[in-house]
């Protein structure tokens, strides 16, 4: 798989799981490693980590100096490895440099050596967390790391050299210590002295990496299943967790729904019951009489009549008003705003202000007709209320949270298949 491809669908998981990104790094390395190992050297700087690495590698490749030198990965490729010289640690995490040896540690590494001169006597804080964490890498994913003591040849007691290894050996039980002096080793070399080049420590620390470095083919392919393993099955609890919560959320905008208009039924049938008396009457339909100049100031039958109406129109609203506030379908949606806030009400929308016919009373609420228009009208708004909205949104981004999810799930499958 080419980079471009990884870092497309390397995006698409991450857009879901954001806290993967380090072993997405992991695996972005492996990638690009090949079938080249990589060994990162990790230490404090001026703990002798480049010295260490030229004595392997068997020449003066890594820059060697008393100050701090190495602010950026130093990588060579020697003997078909990857070495990588990382910026000396210090207590200014932040800074860019170790930035890189964070890299270079974390992502970059099939093999660590965590570099500590025994001048400076046992771990501090620091240095002691820090091997910590590779132990529980080492538990999680199988990547070695070997605790490398430099410098011996700078300890000439060897009653002292013994006491601060054991101390570092109680601070790190379960580590593998190799003391080591490349000073040593390159006088033994330059006058072919092996019994120096053997009390240097290197030739073992180089069997080591050795046996480590042809585990390495096996350790990546854990590594890539076990994250593949655990990608796939959190974007699994992922999918199951969104489906639910959309059926959910299907169910109470279907329930919501089938509750409105059950109520409204009710409300309409109420409404009908109590118009009866008004809408059915004996004889002449006073409301019907119209009003003239000459009566403009009487109260007339008609009058009376029509007052009637209004009033059971109003208390008609009155009920069914309180059921749409119950609902919370109190206001009109913004395209439908006027100037006048009085009138950008539903019921205004729906039913108009007044009805002062026994006629239009009746189409209106004892019509089937009718009814229906007031249900189609009503359940209209409804589905415009703002909670409705509001779960309707939610539901959207539900939906569109899915679509994530599958399109990561595939985006894993692609890395999986050609990994």
């Given at each position: 798989m080419d980079i471009h491809t990884f870092d497309a669908a390397t995006h698409d998981i991450l857009a879901i799981l954001p806290e993967y990104d380090m072993p997405l790094a992991r695996l972005r390395a492996i990638l690009q490693a090949g079938q080249i190992p990589t060994v990162t050297v990790i230490g404090k700087y001026n703990h002798g980590k480049s010295r260490l690495l030229n004595e392997l590698i068997g020449n003066d490749i890594f820059s060697v100096a008393d100050k701090r030198e190495t602010v950026n990965l130093s990588e060579h490729l020697q003997h078909n490895i990857r070495w990588l010289d990382a910026p000396g640690l210090d207590a200014d995490v932040a800074a860019i440099d170790d930035q890189y040896a964070q890299?270079?540690?974390?992502?970059?590494?099939?093999?660590?050596?965590?570099?500590?001169?025994?001048?400076?006597?046992?771990f501090d804080p620091f240095e002691l967390q820090l091997f910590q964490q590779f132990e529980q890498d080492t538990e999680q994913t199988q990547r070695q790391s070997i605790l490398v003591l430099t410098q011996i040849d700078q300890i000439p007691d060897q009653t002292v050299l013994a006491h601060i290894i054991d101390s570092i050996q109680k601070q790190a039980s379960a580590a593998t210590i190799l003391p080591v002096s490349a000073t040593r080793h390159r006088q033994g070399i330059e006058n072919?002295?092996?019994?120096?080049?053997?009390?240097?420590?290197?030739?073992?620390?180089?069997?080591?990496?050795?046996?480590?470095?042809?585990?390495?083919?096996?350790?990546?392919?854990?590594?890539k299943s076990k994250i593949?393993?655990?990608?796939?099955?959190?974007?699994?609890?992922?999918?199951?967790?969104?489906?639910?919560?959309?059926?959910?959320?299907?169910?109470t905008l279907q329930q919501q729904r089938q509750a409105f208009e059950q109520d409204l039924?009710?409300?309409?049938?109420?409404?009908?019951?109590?118009?009866?008396?008004?809408?059915?009457?004996?004889?002449?339909?006073?409301?019907?009489?119209?009003?003239?100049?000459?009566?403009?100031?009487?109260?007339?039958?008609?009058?009376?009549?029509?007052?009637?109406?209004?009033?059971?129109?109003?208390?008609?609203?009155?009920?069914?008003?309180?059921?749409?506030?119950?609902?919370?379908?109190?206001?009109?949606?913004d395209t439908q705003k006027s100037n006048v806030r009085s009138l950008d009400t539903v019921m205004v929308a729906v039913l108009g202000i007044s009805v002062k016919l026994r006629k239009d009373l009746k189409l209106i609420f004892e019509d089937e007709s009718g009814r229906e228009r007031l249900r189609r009208e009503f359940a209209h708004y409804f589905e415009l209320s703002t909670d409705r909205m509001h779960l309707k949104q939610q539901l959207q981004d539900l939906q569109q949270q899915l679509q994530r999810i599958m399109q990561a799930q595939q985006a894993s499958k692609t890395l999986e298949q050609t990994s």
């Open positions: 890299d270079a540690m974390w992502n970059k590494a099939d093999i660590r050596l965590m570099i500590h001169s025994v001048r400076e006597g046992e072919s002295k092996q019994l120096l080049v053997q009390r240097s420590g290197i030739p073992e620390l180089q069997q080591k990496l050795s046996n480590m470095i042809d585990k390495v083919p096996t350790v990546r392919q854990f590594e593949f393993a655990d990608l796939n099955k959190q974007l699994s609890q992922q999918l199951e967790t969104t489906e639910t919560n959309i059926q959910q959320l299907n169910n039924n009710q409300i309409l049938d109420k409404v009908r019951q109590d118009l009866q008396p008004i809408l059915h009457i004996s004889g002449l339909d006073d409301s019907l009489e119209p009003d003239s100049f000459a009566n403009m100031y009487k109260l007339t039958a008609g009058k009376r009549d029509r007052n009637r109406i209004q009033v059971a129109y109003s208390r008609a609203c009155i009920e069914i008003n309180s059921h749409l506030v119950r609902y919370g379908v109190v206001g009109l949606p």
